[in-house]
T-cell receptor, first 113, second 110 residues
Framework: DTAVSQTPKYLVTQMGNDKSIKCEQN?????MYWYKQDSKKFLKIMFS???????INETVPNRFSPKSPDKAHLNLHINSLELGDSAVYFC????????????FGQGTRLTVV | GDSVTQMEGPVTLSEEAFLTINCTYT??????LFWYVQYPGEGLQLLLK?????DKGSNKGFEATYRKETTSFHLEKGSVQVSDSAVYFC?????????FGAGTILRVKS
């Protein structure tokens, strides 16, 4: 059983399109995150939700909108995609907000052409 | 804000060589510290962790000790294998999220 699963694994799309990435965790965790990994492998937090409540929104353009329908799911919707949005996006979850280790999904490689 | 600095790579070693990847941190308070590993095309996996000063985390032959006096959490392994080739990330918890270092690429040659 996959603990944190995200779909799709690969996403190739044209500039200006709108796309979504879905994430689900079956660990019973209260906190979920979206991280962005750039081409140099640097990882940066984008959003964090705790029990469906937005906790962190780190200077991310408002074209990015997370949605948490329940505490097991955290989806990421991106409007008007730009070339610079190309990256790997990781979903993660943790039992306690920021204090314990996070479990990561396999990542979604987004390529905007 | 809190930050993590780790040695730049890539680090290239021969099989069975000794590995050290340096990691230092800046934080207010006493964060938990982690090492994550990312194999090609995969997500991040927790390798080991330490939650307080002088704790030693260990897993799969890797070790790291939480040193408060030097604000360090260096990763070591006595004898690396080709299968250890990956990107290694040092991270700390700031109470709300994990803060990662830039990652160190390790390449092990047979």
């Amino acid at each position: 059983d996959t603990a944190v699963s995200q779909t799709p694994k690969y996403l190739v799309t044209q500039m200006g399109n709108d796309k979504s990435i879905k994430c689900e965790q079956n660990l019973g965790h209260d906190t979920m995150y979206w991280y962005k990994q750039d081409s140099k492998k640097f990882l940066k937090i984008m959003f964090s939700y705790n029990n469906k409540e937005l906790i962190i929104n780190e200077t991310v353009p408002n074209r990015f909108s997370p949605k948490s329908p329940d505490k097991a799911h955290l989806n990421l919707h991106i409007n008007s995609l730009e070339l610079g949005d190309s990256a790997v996006y990781f979903c993660a979850s943790s039992q306690e907000r920021g204090r314990t280790e996070a479990f990561f999904g396999q990542g979604t490689r987004l390529t905007v052409v | 804000g809190d930050s993590v600095t780790q040695m730049e790579g890539p680090v290239t070693l021969s099989e069975e060589a000794f590995l050290t990847i340096n990691c230092t941190y800046t934080a207010t308070g006493y964060p938990s510290l982690f090492w994550y590993v990312q194999y090609p095309g995969e997500g991040l996996q927790l390798l080991l962790k330490a939650t307080k000063a002088d704790d030693k985390g260990s897993n799969k032959g890797f070790e790291a000790t939480y040193r408060k006096e030097t604000t360090s959490f260096h990763l070591e392994k006595g004898s690396v294998q080709v299968s250890d080739s990956a990107v290694y990330f040092c991270a700390l918890s700031d109470g709300n999220k994990l803060v990662f270092g830039a990652g160190t690429i390790l390449r092990v040659k047979s």
